[in-house]
């Protein structure tokens, strides 16, 4: 159903968790902390996705995880690239 897509909703709830700044801490951590092709295929986003699931406390269903999945490879982004920093925040935040 989201393929390739965010779902809203669970768009919504990690917006919200991120309201919190312990989660916020953590999440920040974990974003800072990746290698820079971590998200360069599908499995480095998968684990991203688990690991941002298990660190917010935030369960999914498979097709929002695949959903997730396929977004977050076709950003391209390089966690180390400041300029990517920007657009990984602007997503979260929106």
Known sequence: MYMNTLDPRL??????????????????????ALPPDAV???????????HLCGVLG???????????IQWLAAQRLNPQNPNHHW????YVYG
């Not at 309201?19 to 951590?29: E, G, I, T």
């Not at 360069?40 to 688990?50: E, H, K, R, Y």
């Open 87 to 90: 657009r990984m925040w602007h």
């Open 11 to 32: 768009l919504h709830v990690f917006r919200a968790k991120m309201a919190n700044p312990v989660y916020w801490r953590r999440v920040h951590s974990c974003l800072r």
């Open 58 to 68: 935030v369960s999914i269903t498979p097709a929002q995880r695949a959903g997730a």
């Open 40 to 50: 360069a295929t599908p499995d480095g986003c998968a684990g991203l996705v688990d």
